[in-house]
Nanobody, 114 residues
Framework: VQLQASGGGLVQPGGSLTLSCVAS????????MHWYRQAPGKERELVAY???????KYADSVKGRFTISRDNAEKALYLQMNSLKPEDTADYYC?????????WGQGTLVTVSS
């Protein structure tokens, strides 16, 4: 059982990035999926989630700029990030929750800087 995140990198303010998280060993369609982030010196915070039924929710700080989506056939979770700001710089983590179980993926670093 594994979550593999990718897609981070260095981008200029105002730019875009798409993060991906691919699951293996899990019945992906019945899992609630989340993106969290942790900036240097700060606590990990929820960025967005998409439930197994498709309901989505976003942190106020990213609403209107980020879009979370999932592809159950590909067992993949995505985070489209537009209009990136320096304060979006963080390690981004995907997180899965189902029943009484949960799983974190490894982080992928997003750096927004000119």
């Amino acid at each position: 059982v594994q979550l593999q995140a990718s897609g981070g990198g260095l981008v200029q303010p105002g730019g875009s990035l798409t993060l991906s998280c691919v699951a293996s060993g899990i019945a992906f369609s019945v899992i609630d999926m989340h993106w969290y982030r942790q900036a240097p010196g700060k606590e990990r915070e929820l960025v967005a989630y998409v439930l197994r039924g498709g309901t989505t929710k976003y942190a106020d700080s990213v609403k209107g700029r980020f879009t979370i989506s999932r592809d159950n056939a590909e067992k993949a979770l995505y985070l489209q990030m537009n209009s990136l700001k320096p304060e979006d710089t963080a390690d981004y983590y995907c997180y899965a929750r189902w029943g009484n179980s949960n799983l974190w993926g490894q982080g992928t670093l997003v750096t927004v800087s000119s």
